[in-house]
């Protein structure tokens, strides 16, 4: 009795971190069909390394655009001691920035402990996705995850208090371990802090 109690708990467990996973990805789908060009915006970047004027391969796409949210894929690229954030009158910023080297290690790792833990679901793929758009440029390139102009109508408080990479980081962690409850505080309360971010859209 005991025992089909406990698997009952640690079923009902991921079926919440499935959900809180599903949640994240389908509103990162939603936001990815919203005109980009809004005060919210932000973005993805990828900075090529060059060499004498001559940028390495082929032409490809260098920015991945977001509205009123930062998909939560992005976020397992960088750490929190990577965030550089400016708070002054006239300007406000809150970006990360970091190698490309370290991002794809990054990347893969998170898409290993992902497919080990959940599978193949969306928020797998689109990690797999970004991986695939890493291998893409120069090894000495930088990636930049910039929030834009969420720096501009998120106040002090939330912009100093964000650690949404650290949460994505925490719950990655508790996947590889095999703590689904861990992960599934970590991921509930990403989503529910994005959540209400997204929520100022409407009142913009």
Known sequence: MMRRVLQQRRHATRRRLLLALRRHTAADDADAVRAAARAGRTSDRLFSHTRAGVRFGAPRQHEQVSTWSV??????????????LVLEPGRRVLRYRTEISKARRRAHRALSVLRRAVGDIPISEAVEESA????EFHPRSVVELDYGGLASVLPDDDLEGDDSPTLVGDGLAALAKGDATAATGAYEQLVERWRAIQLLERCN
């Open 71 to 84: 998909p939560l894929r992005w976020f397992v690229l960088v750490e929190a001691e990577e965030r550089e």
């Open 132 to 135: 695939r758009w890493l291998e």
